[in-house]
């Protein structure tokens, strides 16, 4: 279908992306950013940049209103304030793990979607945490002396303890309120404390259908042109009352418009631009590929297990799209390494920076890739925990590490049992969404298997967990034998601590306490023969390009607030241009009344009240990544004028570079979502309170 | 579980590979052949190799023989004629289809084997056809002439018409005895015309229990130690009545010792070893990886279908084991290109061979890569129809194309439709196995949305095929609407040619039309645009290797005759040492009675009858691939000592390279088949007729 072509497409000239086409062969891989590039800390804006190319200079209120109106959802995503009343914007696909555990088989709020007509209907999500960013503070420094002149495991568990005293300094007696992560910057070369105000109560005020916060699914994820409602808006309370706060984003609903400045600050989760050629080949060779290889059969299971009866495909709903989205965005990543020129470009780029100056880094670096490639499996399997898929394996893991850590020092725990995160720790532990077993038994019986497949019949922690049993055996007698999908049952063992874990015969707690030491011995190799030394390492290089570029560079995504800037302009695919935006009664022409391109009842009744030709998703040159998920796309006034919920299929190599000529940002329009709320869902309350002044 | 040492690991020295190991570094990539590796057509023997590495020196006689005595079964895999009266063993996983075919859900003989008592009670199998080769002949001159001075698509039609007229030539009227192939060899550097002898009344005697004949299933696939009897015996009929055949081979019951020169005569599918460094990285990037990705998800699929019922399982069974065999040897491919040195080797070797010569042919292959990267998704779901997975489709396929192939002249005809191919198309058109509803849907659903999936939701088939359906509702509605699960129905429309497909209204002739044009325009632009291109450049370049290597080289592998030596011997993992054998004791040890390491009844009960030091498994250090399952392991006196059926999983890498470090065949040994059939089955009257002089 050609996008639907909206009055803002011809009003306006779109900013010609033809001159940067024609440069990219030259430009991949130069030393400087490329134009609108860069993920830039708040402390650190590209202001000569936004100045030359957009004529904008924010003063430091501009600034300090942009952060503390940002919000970060910490479980993965972003959002923001729209309301001085504590509303926060973010993505439908961001609260998924909210309404799903909201959800059961009587109520489904995920298909039927959910409208709070009244503050005392939001309701309250089982886990969900909201960070505000309010200070960020050098803390290199101290880093640095505590971990003088350590190598291998001692420098890693200096940095810790150094890591854990300052969060919890900053944490001090607030932990309810005040959340600190010690972050770290340009790969290793800084590190910086970030202190957030922390919410913890967090209710559910809007979301839409499944089926049109995520029209198109899976096959139109990172696509464009691109129908989608995929907004939703949660609101934060303090002492059971919806939070005051001091910043908060305006919403503009006549929305942006074609080639104008919009800027994006959200919490980009990870890239990793700045990866020595070295570990890029691991990572395109193991990492990649295995989590590929891994996503790829998990997409299928679960979409199998979901054809079975709609209770199932509800059940594995949000899993699936967790993973069908994982999916396309490592088979992104990988289709870029996998071009010789993007690679080449990174091997021009490594070879400047080396120039001149002590290849040790980079010969280190290389080095402990041996170990790097032969632990990937294995960490992936046991401490990430893959090879036990299920979330009853996750609160085991919980439980009998929680145990054993918290009997410990603070700064001798593992980072995530320290003091300062054990509120969301157990916010999760806790939480009452419903276990499915049958679910948990066909995920844990596939993991299992893959576990043996990729281990080893022989291997000795195959034999014990699996014992003369098949998975599938496996499987059921943990999930029919366990306590653990009982919440007061978890609350009990964690309250009880290594006495209680000691005296459990839960089956999963004696697997959880199995794989512990073997899991714990992996990610020990991983952190002492590969990751510490390249951190070392990544100080160094890090040094280095300071050197030759100064601060014309920004640090790789770590999940921490960023802004980036850009244009509303499409792009050219194969000599086609597509247009940058898309209306809303494109979406009713795309609707074919089967999954996934079928619209709710509720829209259906709609469509003669809205208002076809506003303005439904567009596309701008933002630099964006997984984590912006729910960002505000703010004008030069810090007016809403979009909202971030995807990148095109070219921005998913974005991971590795930029590329101008392609990558761009997928947002929904603020005139469509004050549209939907007013002329689909009747939320008069809700429009009033967004559109106030 | 350590390998279980037998007395002749003992008794004998296993010949070292450390020096080949020293040597591998400078040996990779050099012009001549390693040790023990090449896949060698039979009028082109290493002779010279033979009598110096093993003193032995076959005459004419003895290759005849072997040549006449060697099976290849049509379906992909290799056999062997073992008494005069067309008894064929192959191995277990290869008879997979015709058992299938004759079970049901309540005569299960795929899961409770199948032992003949007597002649009446052998089964005619439902699609099976042997081939025995009878003469080579070298017919490169007349394809050049044929194609002189041509291009493109000219080219290809040309050789093709020729390639028909020869095979049709060599056909005559004998059809329904003798099969005919053009072969490709040395990529195109030769083709010679093989005759075949061709049985098509194939009957089962005997096949075990699938989970014996596949013990250990997918986790032991492609490993070693092994414990499996992967053995089977089929028997070619001919006017109704055991064939009498002039060539069989005589069954050693002592079979294999450590270090014996060992020799395997069989059909190794493809290997793709002379490739050119462009088309290596074409196969690297995009094919192994789509490939691969696609049975990935397959094989999740259909592993969560068939854990729906045990009567979903035995339907997926085949599929399920073809699918993680393929994964596994693709994921083996994608491993040895990744490998850097292996990469290395063969810039090196082409190097080489680019010295002092025309640089065309290979700048001509590195520029049809544009297209051939272009092509092979489109190609992959359209041509190969991965994209409506299902067996219906490949009926209606073959209907929809053969009414419009055959209204053609033989010679214009696309190959697999010529009259030389009739009869086997027909066989397996008509087949009477069962086709399964539920599965059929379950099966398309899955590859319809893949389908959608990587074409996009905008293509325009794509939305031709779903229009405005999901693919779940096409899949049903396909499935439930079409009567081609009815014998007579396909017989009728396959009599009835071009008017009774016009006149069909079966929804799964529809789509097969629908498919038709498109799949056949990205078949002619990869032909006409992409093989044929490689095809002349490979002829130019297989010159030069000849010029510079003379006959010291083998063609890659093309599903023909060829003989592999090599020596029983094991190998060094890591600095363990892993022994050449197992021992049918070991089985018992390895039992836990969970699949897939569960001993049928008939085994636990025979337990006592069995002598446990009897060796079951063996490795050699033949250089076979995919396509040799089921080839006889034979010594120099042309007896069988074992029956190869996988190889280790460092073989995989073998499609690419031969390493005699690590590369393993893996076999059955002759006394495990005879001791079996004795003391498990009671079979008497077969090994009396294995036994015979």
């Given at each position: 279908?050609?996008?639907?072509?909206?009055?803002?497409?011809?009003?306006?000239?779109?900013?010609?992306?033809?001159?940067?086409?024609?440069?990219?062969?030259?430009?991949?891989?130069?030393?400087?950013?490329?134009?609108?590039?860069?993920?830039?800390?708040?402390?650190?804006?590209?202001?000569?940049?936004?100045?030359?190319?957009?004529?904008?200079?924010?003063?430091?209120?501009?600034?300090?209103?942009?952060?503390?109106?940002?919000?970060?959802?910490?479980g993965g995503?972003?959002?923001?304030?729209?309301?001085?009343?504590?509303?926060?914007?973010?993505?439908?696909?961001?609260?998924v793990g909210c309404v799903q555990g909201l959800s059961s088989a009587?109520?489904?709020?995920q298909?039927?979607?959910?409208?709070?007509?009244?503050?005392?209907?939001?309701?309250?999500c089982p886990a969900e945490?909201?960070?505000?960013?309010?200070?960020?503070?050098?803390?290199?420094?101290?880093?640095?002396?505590?971990?003088?002149?350590?190598?291998?495991?001692?420098?890693?568990?200096?940095?810790?303890?150094?890591?854990?005293?300052?969060?919890?300094?900053?944490?001090?007696?607030?932990?309810?309120?005040?959340?600190?992560?010690?972050?770290?910057?340009?790969?290793?070369?800084?590190?910086?404390?970030?202190?957030?105000?922390?919410?913890?109560?967090?209710?559910?005020?809007?979301?839409?259908?499944?089926?049109?916060?995520?029209?198109?699914?899976?096959?139109?994820?990172?696509?464009?042109?691109?129908?989608?409602?995929?907004?939703?808006?949660?609101?934060?309370?303090?002492?059971?009352?919806?939070?005051?706060?001091?910043?908060?984003?305006?919403?503009?609903?006549?929305?942006?418009?074609?080639?104008?400045?919009?800027?994006?600050?959200?919490?980009?989760?990870?890239?990793?631009?700045?990866?020595?050629?070295?570990?890029?080949?691991?990572?395109?060779?193991?990492?990649?590929?295995?989590?590929?290889?891994?996503?790829?059969?998990r997409?299928?299971m679960l979409?199998?297990y979901g054809?079975?009866?709609?209770e199932a495909?509800r059940q594995a709903q949000s899993d699936l799209t967790f993973t069908?989205?994982?999916?396309?965005?490592?088979?992104?990543?990988?289709?870029?390494?996998?071009?010789?020129?993007?690679?080449?470009?990174?091997?021009?780029?490594?070879?400047?920076?080396?120039?001149?100056?002590?290849?040790?880094?980079?010969?280190?670096?290389?080095?402990?890739?041996?170990?790097?490639?032969?632990?990937?499996?294995?960490?992936?399997?046991?401490?990430q925990g893959r090879g036990f898929d299920s979330r009853l394996f996750g609160i085991a893991r919980t439980l009998v590490r929680g145990?054993?850590?918290?009997?410990?020092?603070?700064?001798?725990?593992?980072?995530?049992?320290?003091?300062?995160?054990?509120?969301r720790l157990q916010q999760t532990l806790l939480s009452k969404a419903p276990v499915y077993p049958e679910y948990e038994i066909a995920k844990l019986t596939w993991s299992l298997?893959?576990f043996?497949?990729?281990?080893?019949?022989?291997?000795?922690?195959?034999?014990?967990?699996?014992?003369?049993?098949?998975?599938?055996?496996v499987a059921t007698a943990l999930v029919e034998g366990s306590n653990l999908a009982d919440v007061a049952e978890r609350e009990?063992l964690w309250?009880?601590?290594?006495?209680?874990?000691?005296?459990?015969?839960d089956p999963f707690i004696?697997l959880a306490?199995?794989v512990?030491?073997?899991?714990?011995?992996?990610?020990?190799?991983?952190?002492?023969?590969?990751?510490?030394?390249?951190?070392?390492?990544?100080?160094?290089?890090?040094?280095?390009?300071?050197?030759?570029?100064?601060?014309?560079?920004?640090?790789?995504?770590?999940?921490?607030?960023?802004?980036?800037?850009?244009?509303?302009?499409?792009?050219?695919?194969?000599?086609?241009?597509?247009?940058?935006?898309?209306?809303?009664?494109?979406?009713?022409?795309?609707?074919?009344?089967?999954?996934?391109?079928?619209?709710?009842?509720?829209?259906?009744?709609?469509?003669?009240?809205?208002?076809?030709?506003?303005?439904?998703?567009?596309?701008?040159?933002?630099?964006?990544?997984?984590?912006?998920?729910?960002?505000?796309?703010?004008?030069?006034?810090?007016?809403?004028?979009?909202?971030?919920?995807?990148?095109?299929?070219?921005?998913?190599?974005?991971?590795?570079?930029?590329?101008?000529?392609?990558?761009?940002?997928?947002?929904?329009?603020?005139?469509?979502?004050?549209?939907?709320?007013?002329?689909?869902?009747?939320?008069?309350?809700?429009?009033?309170?967004?559109?106030?002044?």
């Open positions: 279908m050609a996008p639907a072509a909206s009055a803002f497409t011809r009003s306006r000239p779109v900013r010609s992306r033809h001159l940067l086409a024609v440069c990219i062969g030259g430009l991949l891989g130069a030393p400087a950013v490329l134009a609108d590039e860069g993920m830039w800390t708040l402390d650190n804006l590209p202001k000569a940049a936004l100045q030359s190319q957009y004529g904008f200079k924010p003063d430091q209120a501009w600034i300090d209103h942009a952060m503390q109106a940002s919000v970060r959802l910490a995503c972003s959002g923001s304030f729209v309301s001085p009343d504590g509303l926060v914007l973010t993505n439908a696909h961001c609260v009587e109520r489904d709020l298909n039927d979607g959910f409208v709070a007509r009244a503050r005392e209907e939001e309701l309250q945490e909201l960070n505000v960013l309010r200070e960020i503070t050098d803390v290199s420094g101290r880093l640095a002396s505590a971990a003088a002149g350590k190598q291998g495991q001692a420098y890693v568990d200096a940095r810790n303890a150094e890591k854990s005293r300052i969060e919890s300094e900053c944490v001090g007696d607030d932990e309810a309120k005040t959340r600190c992560d010690v972050v770290e910057l340009y790969n290793g070369g800084q590190q910086h404390l970030y202190r957030y105000h922390r919410y913890s109560d967090v209710r559910l005020v809007f979301s839409p259908e499944y089926s049109v916060g995520f029209f198109g699914g899976d096959p139109d994820n990172f696509n464009f042109p691109r129908y989608n409602l995929d907004a939703a808006l949660l609101r934060a309370y303090e002492d059971g009352k919806p939070a005051q706060v001091d910043h908060h984003f305006t919403i503009k609903p006549e929305g942006a418009e074609a080639g104008e400045l919009v800027m994006v600050t959200g919490h980009p989760g990870r890239t990793q631009r700045q990866l020595t050629v070295a570990q890029l080949e691991t990572v395109r060779d193991v990492s990649l590929i295995n989590t590929l290889l891994w996503l790829a059969e997409r299928a979409g199998q054809r079975s009866s709609e495909a069908d989205n994982s999916y396309k965005v490592v088979r992104g990543q990988l289709q870029a390494l996998l071009d010789p020129q993007v690679f080449a470009g990174k091997r021009a780029e490594e070879a400047r920076l080396r120039e001149g100056v002590d290849a040790a880094p980079w010969n280190e670096v290389e080095a402990a890739q041996v170990t790097a490639r032969q632990l990937a499996v294995p960490y992936m399997l046991l401490e145990a054993d850590e918290r009997a410990k020092p603070n700064e001798s725990r593992l980072p995530e049992y320290q003091e300062a995160g054990q509120g298997t893959k043996r497949e990729l281990l080893g019949t022989d291997d000795p922690l195959v034999k014990a967990v699996l014992g003369t049993q098949s998975p599938a055996q009990r309250n009880g601590g290594a006495a209680a874990i000691e005296a459990s015969d004696r306490r199995i512990d030491a073997p899991a714990r011995a992996v990610r020990k190799r991983q952190e002492s023969e590969v990751s510490s030394i390249e951190s070392r390492a990544a100080t160094q290089i890090a040094k280095v390009r300071f050197d030759k570029l100064g601060t014309t560079v920004y640090p790789d995504a770590t999940f921490t607030l960023r802004l980036s800037y850009g244009d509303v302009a499409g792009w050219d695919e194969n000599g086609k241009p597509i247009e940058p935006f898309t209306t809303m009664g494109g979406v009713f022409a795309r609707n074919t009344g089967a999954e996934p391109y079928a619209l709710p009842k509720r829209w259906l009744d709609a469509q003669g009240r809205i208002a076809q030709d506003t303005p439904f998703n567009f596309v701008s040159t933002n630099d964006i990544i997984g984590g912006n998920s729910g960002s505000p796309v703010i004008n030069r006034d810090a007016e809403v004028v979009g909202l971030a919920f995807d990148g095109n299929i070219h921005s998913l190599g974005g991971n590795f570079w930029y590329d101008p000529r392609l990558n761009r940002t997928v947002s929904v329009h603020s005139a469509a979502i004050i549209e939907s709320l007013k002329s689909v869902y009747g939320a008069d309350a809700l429009v009033e309170e967004l559109l106030q002044k």
